[in-house]
């Protein structure tokens, strides 16, 4: 009798069979009862038979008895596997099923009307193949999140990526089909990032996808299922996958020409990590892998991550001198950087969770253009970075130490916890991010910043003097984040150069009840924001909306998950064309019928009546 494998129902790893024990995953330890049939023999027949009697059939005997029990035990074994399979998210399918030419799952239909503003109607195939970029992910706040572009990043290093986040709450609590994704059929890069909420199928195929180059498995998705999806193996260039055994590493072989490779789960099993030797690999990412000594032999390397391991030696790091970009995050026992003296050409530095003291080891290193440093509890100082002279991007975060002045003569792109702005000398930089606070930033000190075109602030207690942005003539862009602006309210609806506005937890306090006109702001968002008058809190947001009707020049409106109810307030917004009012308690859609530029509203998770008033020139989502 054949002994059927048992597969985890989670990480679809190989369970052993051990007698009288509970079995376990080895991989993600996951526990399995099989609970035993009890088999009750019945030698008893009740006839109601006029005729021949029949034949009696002899008794079995004691070892036929012994083999029935096991076949009943071992097919309630096999019923119990079934059973916590089909309670995973890997949905078998029926074999043979032919590609699919359109998506079934109604959270992506939905992403897919919007993007190709098709209303009600279902994109064209056509449409679907410009789709070239697609990375899917399901975000902590419970929403599904989709980044694409139109451009191949792989023949175009300038590929503009958006990002769409889904607001309807109906459809972010439905999973995605992982076949609908065969009917991108011109994509050329598809990560689906570890997604849980992708329901995986072993029938998925991407042969017929001739130009798909880069593959990002799901959640726990195994190498060893779907290094088959492909169809020319050798087009494939770069792959995000999951470990489990030196097997599965050797599988890696199959594509000959892979340069760029993320590992991120490796079993502890695996020891032939020298195999990577044999591939192309220019590019390599690894998470939870411990033992690094391997590394000193790929020298072909130009891109490296290393993730969660708890190696205490990174030396084998000293042979990569051919390094561009090197990201280190939760390594937790290593105490030095010496390493980067050793790496001429590196560009780009991300280091995050490191218990090192010191940035000696990169005084003077000219080659460095992007610098990201976060959590670094054991740092003392940052005067280092100073003597980066071609250094363009800093974020520096979770530093909480004195602040120390730092010059930046060539910096575009800063970010800096607050307590540094008042002596940082960067004065060609573009964007500004500032973050932290307890006490209050005054943004008086912005004005030697005449280039400053785009401004975030974050988790600022109390921002004072923002009239003072009004003197950076470039300044267009400013996102507020869990910040305070008690005094300053009005004010910052009084701005006479920004076009985009997003306040986010914003916790506002105004004097009046109408704003003042503002013929500027064209792109206003509000999420979950705080309002009061006079510091009178106001519950109500329909209570508060009479203050923005006079920003007349706005193109966009976002107010979300408020309880918004009237709509009134936005009688006079001629030149709005796209409102993003999901999940609020809106009934009555008359006053959008009178916008006369009005193209796009997102009215989900609303119980509008009327939606048919506004016609057939504006899509409703």
């Known amino acids: 009798m054949a002994f059927i494998p048992l597969n985890c129902p989670n990480c679809n790893g190989r369970i052993e069979y051990k007698e009288g024990q509970v079995l376990k995953c080895p991989y993600c330890e996951t526990e399995l009862l099989l609970k035993q049939n009890h088999v009750y023999y019945v030698d008893q027949t009740i006839n109601h038979y006029h005729g021949t009697p029949p034949k009696v059939a002899p008794k079995p005997n004691v070892s036929v008895r012994l083999l029935l029990i096991l076949m009943f035990i071992l097919s309630g074994a096999i019923g119990a596997y079934f059973y916590y399979s089909t309670s995973s998210t890997l949905q078998k399918t029926e074999a043979n099923l032919p590609v699919r030419k359109m998506p079934e799952s109604e959270v992506l239909l939905s992403f897919l009307r919007d993007i190709f503003d098709k209303g009600s109607a279902l994109p064209t195939e056509e449409e679907l193949a410009r789709v070239r970029y697609l990375t899917v992910d399901y ?7 989709f980044t694409y572009s139109f451009s191949d990043p792989f023949s175009d290093e300038k590929a503009e990526k958006i990002t769409y986040v889904t607001q309807d709450k109906k459809l972010n609590a439905q999973k995605i089909d992982q076949r609908d994704f065969e009917a991108f059929t011109g994509l050329t890069a598809l990560d689906l990032t570890g997604t849980y909420e992708i329901a995986q199928t072993d029938q998925t195929t991407f042969a017929h996808m001739s130009g798909l180059k880069s593959y990002g498995g799901a959640f726990n998705e195994s190498f060893n299922s779907f290094s088959s999806y492909f169809g020319d193996k050798s087009k494939i260039t770069h792959l995000s996958t999951q470990l489990r055994s030196n ?80 990201q280190l995050s939760y390594l937790n026992n290593v105490k030095s950087i010496d390493f980067v003296q050793n790496m001429p050409a590196l560009q780009k530095l991300d280091i995050e969770s490191l218990n090192f003291s010191s940035l000696e080891p990169l005084a003077g290193k000219t080659s460095i253009t992007k610098l990201r440093l976060a959590s670094l509890s054991k740092l003392s100082s940052v005067k280092a970075i100073n003597s980066l002279s071609s ?64 401004l975030f602030l974050s988790e600022i207690s109390d921002i004072t003097r923002l009239n003072a942005l009004d003197r950076l003539p470039r300044l267009q862009k400013l996102n507020i984040d869990d910040s305070s602006l008690y005094s300053e309210s009005d004010a910052l609806f009084r701005l006479k150069q920004v076009k985009s506005l997003v306040c986010s937890e914003c916790r506002l306090n105004f004097e009046q009840k109408v704003g003042a006109e503002n013929k500027v702001l064209e792109h206003l ?93 504006v899509k409703v989502y």
């Open 139 to 145: 975000l902590d706040s419970d929403q599904w999140q």
């Open 525 to 617: 968002t509000l999420e979950e924001p705080y309002f009061s008058i006079n510091n009178a809190s106001v519950s109500e947001v329909d209570q508060m909306m009479p203050y923005f009707a006079k920003l007349s020049a706005l193109r966009s409106f976002t107010l979300q998950d408020s309880n918004l109810a009237s709509l009134e307030f936005m009688s006079n917004w001629r030149a709005i064309e796209e409102l993003h009012l999901e999940n609020n308690a809106i009934s009555n859609a008359e006053i959008l019928s009178k916008l006369p530029n009005l193209k796009k509203v997102y009215l989900s998770g609303n119980s509008v009546q009327n939606k048919s008033v506004l016609g057939t020139d």
């Open 247 to 326: 097997q599965e590493l050797a599988l890696l072989l199959e594509f000959p020409n892979l340069n760029s490779l993320s590992i991120t789960y490796v079993d502890e099993s695996i020891t032939d990590f020298h195999l990577l030797n044999k591939l192309p690999l220019k590019s390599l990412s690894l998470t939870f892998v411990n033992e690094l000594g391997w590394l000193s032999s790929m020298t072909g390397l130009t891109s490296l991550s290393i993730n969660y391991s708890e190696t205490t030696d990174l030396q084998p790091l000293y042979a990569l001198t051919q390094l561009q970009e090197l």
């Open 391 to 454: 250094l363009r991007e800093l974020r520096l975060s979770g530093y909480y130490e004195n602040a120390e002045a730092l010059t930046l003569p060539n910096a575009v792109q800063v970010e800096i916890p607050g307590a540094f702005l008042p002596e940082l000398k960067a004065p060609t930089v573009t964007s500004l991010t500032l973050r932290g606070g307890s006490g209050e930033l005054n943004l008086a000190t912005l004005g030697k910043f005449s280039k400053l075109e785009q």
